[in-house]
């Protein structure tokens, strides 16, 4: 089993960067899929409250998979790794 994770930590801050194998670039993708579809399904003009509840919720289904398949998440100071 590979156990390579999808989404490296920030070299500054708290948090992932972009995904460095497919499986995050495909979940990457999906979300912004997503995000784009609720423009339609609840146009923000017409759903204002809809449309924000949408994005929360894809936004957190994004949040929980870079937390499960991501680097634990730290503040960094710029060191080149956990090890540091």
């Known amino acids: 089993m590979n156990n390579t994770y999808w989404f490296p930590a920030k070299r500054y801050g708290w948090g992932w960067g972009l995904p460095r ?3 995050g ?3 990457l993708v999906g979300f912004v899929l997503l ?3 609720g423009g339609f399904v609840f146009p923000p003009q017409d759903s204002q409250w ?3 509840a949408y994005v929360a919720l894809v936004s ?3 949040l929980g998979v870079c937390y499960l398949k991501g680097e634990p998440p730290r ?3 710029g060191d080149k790794g956990p090890s540091a």
């Open 21 to 23: 194998v497919w499986q």
């Open 25 to 27: 670039q495909a979940t």
């Open 35 to 37: 995000l784009v579809a």
């Open 50 to 52: 809809g449309f924000l």
């Open 60 to 62: 957190s289904l994004l």
């Open 75 to 77: 503040w960094r100071w």
